[in-house]
């Protein structure tokens, strides 16, 4: 899939927030700067516009894991860039994430075998001709079969 644009990708990223439910893991792959964050700020966002409910939603990129609830739905956004063994991620509560909430997961290489089976992988690439302002993206979504059902629509 190619975003054009940062309003294609807040446009994908609020389609996206409604399909989620506990026990939804999302692995966000991409280089430094190529959009996780700022893809997972308008997902949650989104969903806190839908629900009436404003609050900022600041990187986790010193905390490493930040908190949300949403409408009853538990959302956990981790930035894990800094993790240096994957057993590092227990001390983030990234079990309680997996069985109680939505995990949002940057840089989900660092879990290594931890990082569940049935997740949705969404991978972003800058491409060459992204354009005077560097913000087209190519997106690539793999999930298994669940995922392309609930995506249908998205």
Not at 77 to 101: N, Q, V
């Amino acid at each position: 899939m190619v975003l054009m644009d940062l309003t294609e990708t807040a446009s994908f990223a609020r389609r996206l927030g409604p399909c989620l439910r506990t026990g939804d893991v999302v692995a966000l792959y991409g280089d430094l700067g190529a959009g996780k964050t700022a893809f997972t700020r308008v997902l949650i966002q989104g969903l806190q516009a839908r629900a009436g409910e404003v609050e900022e939603v600041p990187s986790p990129t010193f905390s490493l894991v930040q908190q949300y609830e949403v409408d009853g739905l538990l959302l956990w956004h981790f930035d894990l860039y800094r993790l240096t063994s994957p057993e590092e991620a227990y001390e983030l509560g990234i079990d309680e994430a997996f069985a109680e909430g939505v995990s949002l997961i940057e840089w989900p290489d660092r879990l290594g075998e931890l990082l569940p089976e049935g997740r949705l992988s969404l991978s972003f690439e800058i491409p060459e001709d992204t354009g005077p302002f560097g913000e087209k993206r190519l997106l690539r979504v793999e999930g298994n079969p669940d995922w392309g059902e609930r995506l249908k629509h998205v």
